[in-house]
């Protein structure tokens, strides 16, 4: 079956350090990838997608390439704001089966110290 | 722009009660989902919808019901509540069935079981 292996949290860094959240999954088919965030008290807002290999998700200054030779999508970004403190999941959708099934990785909790 | 509304926000059950935790969006999605969130474990699936009078299970579907009978409306029913269905419940929903569109989330529904 699918499956989402997260980087163990928690991360906590100094504004304006470089972030590296490490991903890779387990997959039938071409998966969807995914980064989702969640703010505290809220729902999962999308965060980037890569729905083939070697595409580049971004938005807010993060990104993530979808490497499917390393089965892997690491979140990154250059220079974290206090304000990117939050919990971040990885998920992919695959293609075969059930297409909308999200699976989530356990999620990283980031927190951004001024 | 309500997007996936969630209510209750925070109920408290004793053991053996159930209740009916209700979801509705306004974006004509057709597909709907309903996840748990666990300490350590991201979000899990519960039951989902591909559209009106359409419902099938995710991973942990024992104890829970659903049922879809308007594309707006996706209701969660706990029929015995069991302690070890304290968690944080998601709803959300996404357009068309490729699975690569992103799924929008409604902000959850903390709920603890006595």
């Known amino acids: 079956g699918n499956s989402v292996t997260q980087m163990e949290g928690p991360v906590t860094l100094s504004e304006e350090a470089f972030l590296t959240i490490n991903c890779t999954y387990t997959a039938t088919g071409y998966p969807s990838l995914f980064w989702y965030v969640q703010y505290p008290g809220e729902g999962l807002q999308l965060l980037l997608k890569?729905?083939?290999?070697?595409d580049k998700g971004s938005n807010k200054g993060f990104e993530a390439t979808y490497r499917k030779e390393t089965t892997s999508f690491h979140l990154e970004k250059g220079s974290v704001q206090v304000s990117d403190s939050a919990v971040y999941f990885c998920a992919l959708t695959s293609s075969s089966g059930s297409a909308r099934q999200l699976t989530f990785g356990s999620g990283t909790q980031l927190t951004v110290l001024p | 722009n309500a997007g996936v509304t969630q209510t209750p926000k925070f109920q408290v059950l004793k053991t053996g009660q159930s209740m009916t935790l209700q979801c509705a969006q306004d974006?004509?999605?057709?597909?709907m989902s309903w996840y748990r969130q666990d300490p350590g474990m991201g979000l899990r699936l519960i039951h989902y919808s591909v559209g009106a009078g359409i419902t099938d299970q995710g991973e942990v579907p024992n104890g829970y019901n659903v049922s879809r009978s308007t594309t707006e409306d996706f209701p969660l029913r706990l029929l015995s509540a069991a302690p070890s269905q304290t968690s944080v419940y998601f709803c959300a929903s996404s357009y068309g069935t490729s699975g690569n569109q992103p799924q929008h989330f409604g902000d959850g529904t903390r709920l603890s079981i006595l």
């Open positions: 974006m004509n999605h057709e597909y």
């Open positions: 890569a729905t083939k290999a070697d």
